[in-house]
């Protein structure tokens, strides 16, 4: 990751306190962290601040990073979100080396460990359904009560569990549950599950297993196999801790791991959960899992937000214990500061208003050299055709102006940016009184925008040339729930912002913009960010608004 890959930690949270200390105190001799993503849907910006934080913290200390898959749950997993996982990841610009594992690989070992716990009196087949073993679980308030299976003999116990994996019972007719503590005080104590029944195809052991580990026994004795040192996930897991313990003491594992436990990652106006965004796909509220609406990495990439971008979001969030909600407008706001940094100017015009320069000679046209980047002229310059025939913005003229409009109005001077200075001298309209067209003359004297008796025009327009400007459709969009705390008032789905997608027909851009690759964000100027979409092809563009210019964050921040 280039100028990232320092070996210095960057920021003194907690997490990297705790590893430091670790490390200086001989916990542990290196440091193995490791993304763990259920491959049931794409990843989101919320999986970012997590694999910022595991692929960070072990970058930062010389150590590294292994990405596994917990796929224990084959009736929710595709390879598709596999590929679609690995992919993210890797844009967002994190090398897990040859360290890709699948909690799959040891589905064998689990299964013996399990054996090994019913061996040892800690594990029993449970035969209540689903819903009594809920009933029988108790409350927050209410201690559970003991199955009536709870007692079996272990010889049975392992007659029943050879013959659950052997496919004798149909599914959920029997569990493998840890045996712990009906009564603890932590539900999750309260004989977990530990195995199903799920006669199911797995996309990576096919129809090998019809019994599966749950998330919850699998998962800390796939970071024991792999040595994890610090097994980091968010809050929601800390109350699971205990049981995590409860097993790899109760376990011959090879290592003992450590989990620490960081915030969550909520924004306003959007929903970070994969059971959510699979709806709002599955329910046609988006296109797909990349819309540029959505908050997955493959909806921001395709919007066109800079993989940079999203990891400075991520350290400026930083790592907290307290859960907490960071605003749209925050994300946004770093976005716009690497884009705005980066992002090449071009021209654009969304909504074309003809203009007709009537003292400019008919066949006539220049190349006026327009710069890429106004603030660093290193970017270096473009040319841009300039003719009698001109597109600008519609919304840069009234013709009746309003006390502050100072741009395009019958008898005023404007500049045309890079190109010269031009006065409107008529209107034309169509029979329902719609201006169809200006008529303007230009002053050859302001050639490059500037005028040599010092006359400033109030306003700077951008401009193309009818002659050459090509078509495309661009896509402007809003946020993809009306409030910022989405579901707020119940029902989620009732929020989905019915406008946050406007598509505008017959936009006009500078022919160069036909060249900009999939993943380059450019500026159309006075217009916003904008990137092709990945439906975009050489006969029909597609541009997406990534962000507007206006900063709403940098503005509330100035006002304090
Ligand atoms: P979701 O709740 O969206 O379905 P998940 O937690 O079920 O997500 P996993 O694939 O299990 O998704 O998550 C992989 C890792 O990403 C976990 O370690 C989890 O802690 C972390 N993670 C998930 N959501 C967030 C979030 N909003 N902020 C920070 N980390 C997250
Ligand atoms: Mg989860």
Known sequence: MNSEQSTAPERGDFIREIVAADLREGRVKGVITRFPPEPNGYLHIGHAKAICIDFGVARDF??????????TNPVKEEQEFIDGIEADVRWLGFDWGKHLYFASNYFDQLYEWAVYLINAGKAYVDDLTADEIREHRGTLTDPGRNSPYRDRSTAENLDLFERMRAGEFPDGARVLRAK?????????????????????????TGDKWCIYPTYDYAHGQSDAIEGITHS???????????LYDWFIENLPVPARPHQWEFARLNITYTVLSKRVLKRLVDEHYVRGWDDPRMPTIAGLRRRGFPASGIRDFVTEVGVAKAD???EMAMFEHVIRDVLNRKALRRFAVLS??????????????EEMDVPNSPENPDAGTRH??????????REDFMEEPLPKFFRLAPGREVRLRSAYFITC?????NSAGEVVELRCTYDPATRGGDSPDGRKPK????????????????????YLFTRPDPGADGDLFADVNPASETVLQGCMLEPALAATPIGETVQFERLGYFCPDLDSSPERLVFNRTLTLKDGWAKAQARG
């Open 62 to 71: 010389g150590g590294r990073t292994n990405l596994r898959f917990d796929d």
């Open 180 to 204: 712990i503590d009906m009564a603890a005080p932590n539900i999750n104590l309260r004989d977990p599950v530990m195995y199903r029944i799920l006669h199911a195809s797995h996309p990576r």
């Open 232 to 242: 980091l996930c968010t809050l929601e897991f800390e109350i699971h801790r205990p």
């Open 324 to 326: 907490s909600t960071v």
């Open 352 to 365: 074309p208003l003809k203009v007709v320069i009537e003292n400019y000679p008919e066949g006539q046209t």
């Open 384 to 393: 841009v055709e300039f003719g009698r025939e001109l597109w600008i913005e």
């Open 425 to 429: 001298k008529d209107v034309v309209k």
């Open 459 to 478: 306003a700077t327009l951008h401009w193309l040339s009818a002659a050459n400007a090509v078509l495309a459709e661009v896509r402007l969009y809003d």
